[in-house]
């Protein structure tokens, strides 16, 4: 994956079908006015674009396409599958999504379909083949937009459909053989056996109080996530044989929460890697989530530049309450995701919606038009993005790495654990937000196999990774003996990839690299906390632990675990394992991972003041120091270079102002 154009795009999705034809001349006068660079068009046109099966009204969209072109704005072209038309579903019943309660969807939403459905896969085909023979070679289209945020609202399907691909899916795992079925999923549990192939459905809602049968919840995960990309990659190849040479991407959901998919799968298929993402409004650190996911989507694009596809100027119109941003707000945001590597900041959408479920959702154009925050804030916003023209195609290089593991968070989201309180998400986040404090960037990485090679970080961070594999802990020890650092946390390593417990003391397969066993788990009790021996103070999880090689940094103060191990480091020649077997508050986690960093000898980005974003961005010889102060005070900082949107020259130190952004070209 290369830079796939120059500069950094501006803009967002544009839907002129929602619009009487006199707006859209304004809107490419407003466009030029904010500096818009691209859009994103069509995503959700097929009922406009295909009203009746083989019937296609392209009129109205060569018109928009054709306006755009004059312009200069460059367009991201969906196929427009997202939102199928009424009379899909009524003239093919199957292609509809049925869930977990066998309950089939009505239409009115969107993304009302059944991947595996033939007569779905045959029309959204049929409607990508029309729309990229059209446009595949038109000179106004940059990028191409397969579908929309796969799986937002139709994850897993449920249907008899469902069903017979989902057999398909297992007899090609497990080589026809159902009796290696039977042993992957442990169904000599409570009678669950199965004797021929068609007694297998899809793991629809069981009696009260308990689930289908864990392995079979994590296949039909993977056969899911498995199924819609299929959808994906034969909709891409139709659009690769009309438009060589035009990139593709599908926008991703690096969004709290929203784990459906196999990302790290998915992105071996995309051609640029694009992602939404949204603030939770009841998150006073969703800048912090921000600056993770961020890095996320960085990882899946292999440290390649990525594109913010989606993002809001304002409120959204989905949470319970939905804040509206604070002045400024929106430049920090579209900053943080440029340093973190965007080559892009768009959004959702261009004029916010008078009608429909998405009318309260903010958008580049408000309700209120011209005489607003929002819309001063867009104009400056691609005034900023403007001047970082240079910085396009740069990239971030960091000495920390994070695992990443769709399929442990997968498994973690089930019932049935030691206690609810085992979060995937938070855990990591807790971890990355003292990495964040310190200003030490993390590269975010998918579990390694056995040929990866670790040896350009020195850290490796493995949250809660609960499912894993044998390859993945002997490439995990190859790199501690060859000197890495690695910090495991709790919860970690307990099952395999069918989710069968290692036995023998937990964490089965990383006990000797971290020289330790646990005999027993001792969750903690809602609001119950705990102390250690070195003061810290521990929440959510504790357990009965003892190490064989490591070093106690931290034991429980809790006299029922007989100072069982919360904390230790295991050294291996010069390499060190180090285990977090607990929660820490949020003072302790900082406290923690600076002396991880230290031994490490990791140093900070940027040395400033608590709140203080330093992302560095680099390309050939020259580095941007990327600053977003987050707090409430102007912060001096220390800096040599130009500041590329005031235009100042920086000799020594400058003045952040309380929630501005400085982007500095270092002087090195
Ligand atoms: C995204 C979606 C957009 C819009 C937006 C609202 O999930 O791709 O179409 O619905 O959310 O926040």
Request: proline letters at 5%; charged letters at 20%.
């Amino acid at each position: 994956m290369k830079p796939w154009q120059s500069g950094i795009w501006f803009g967002g999705d544009y839907n002129p079908e929602q619009w009487p034809k006199g707006i859209w001349h304004e809107d490419l006068e407003l466009m030029l006015e904010a500096g818009v660079t691209t859009v994103s068009l069509g995503i959700f046109s097929w009922a406009n674009l295909e009203p009746h099966e083989g019937e296609y009204t392209f009129d109205w969209l060569d018109e928009v396409i054709n306006g755009l072109h004059s312009k200069g704005i460059s367009i991201d072209l969906a196929n427009a599958t997202a939102s199928p038309p009424a009379w899909l579903g009524i003239k093919y019943p199957d292609s509809k999504f049925t869930d977990q309660n066998g309950i089939i969807r009505s239409h009115g939403g969107r993304q009302n379909f059944c991947p595996s459905s033939a007569n779905y896969r045959r029309a959204a085909q049929a409607l990508t083949e029309k729309i990229a023979q059209r446009y595949g070679k038109h000179p106004a289209i940059a990028m191409w937009h397969v579908h929309n945020e796969y799986a937002c609202h139709n994850a897993r399907d449920y249907s008899e459909t469902s069903a017979i691909a989902f057999r398909a899916w297992l007899k090609n795992k497990y080589q026809d053989s159902l009796s290696q079925l039977n042993r992957a999923w442990g169904t000599d549990f409570w009678s669950q056996r199965y004797h021929d192939w068609s007694e297998i459905g899809t793991p629809k809602v069981t009696p009260d109080g308990t689930s289908p049968n864990p392995t079979m919840q994590l296949d039909f995960a993977r056969f899911s996530s498995d199924a819609l990309l299929e959808c994906y990659v034969a909709e891409r190849n139709i659009i690769h044989r009309h438009s060589p040479g035009i990139p593709v991407t599908t926008n991703f959901m690096t969004i709290r929460g929203f784990n459906k998919l196999d990302y790290w799968k998915w992105a071996a298929e995309v051609d640029v890697i694009s992602t939404d993402h949204y603030l939770m409004s009841n998150d006073p650190n969703a800048h912090i989530e921000l600056a993770m996911q961020a890095d996320t989507t960085r990882g899946l694009a292999k440290g390649y530049p990525w594109l913010l596809m989606e993002h809001s100027t304002s409120a959204v119109n989905w949470q319970p309450r939905n804040r509206a941003k604070e002045p400024k707000e929106l430049l920090r945001n579209s900053i943080q995701h440029v340093a973190r590597g965007a080559d892009g900041a768009m959004f959702f959408q261009w004029r916010a919606s008078f009608a429909g479920s998405e009318k309260f959702h903010s958008g580049l154009v408000p309700h209120a038009g011209k005489n607003s925050k929002v819309w001063r804030e867009v104009v400056k916003l691609g005034e900023f993005l403007d001047s970082l023209e240079e910085v396009t195609g740069s990239t971030v290089s960091n000495k920390v790495a994070m695992i990443w593991d769709y399929e442990s968070w997968w498994s973690l989201d089930q019932p049935n654990l030691p206690s609810t309180d085992l979060d995937y998400l938070n855990n990591a986040l807790a971890i990355y937000q003292a990495f964040w404090n310190l200003n030490v960037g993390i590269d975010v990485i998918p579990p390694p196999s056995e040929q990866d090679d670790l040896s350009s970080y020195q850290l490796v961070v493995a949250p809660m990774t609960y499912l894993m594999s044998k390859e993945t802990a002997t490439s995990l020890s190859r790199y501690v003996s060859s000197g890495g650092n690695l910090l495991a946390s709790y919860f970690t390593a307990i099952s395999d990839l069918n989710d069968h417990i290692y036995l023998g003391g937990y964490p089965g397969p990383l006990r000797e690299l971290l020289g330790l066993t646990i005999e027993e788990f001792a969750p903690l009790m809602e609001n119950q906390t705990v102390l250690l021996s070195n003061g810290y103070e521990a929440n959510t999880w504790s357990e009965r632990a003892s190490a064989t090689t490591a070093n106690v940094i931290a034991s429980y103060k809790n006299p029922a675990l007989e100072a069982s191990v919360a904390i230790s480091r295991n050294l291996i020649g010069n390499g060190s394992a180090w285990y977090l077997g607990t929660s820490l508050n949020r003072k302790d986690m900082h406290d923690f991972i600076a002396k991880v960093l230290k031994d490490a000898g990791i140093s900070q980005t940027l040395v400033t003041t608590a709140g203080v974003e330093a992302v560095r961005r680099a390309k050939d010889e020259q580095s941007w120091l990327f600053l977003v102060n987050h707090t409430n005070n102007e912060v001096k900082i220390q800096a040599k270079g130009f500041e590329l949107l005031t235009k100042q020259e920086i000799v020594g130190s400058f003045k952040l102002p309380a929630g501005e952004i400085a982007v500095i070209r270092e002087n090195l």
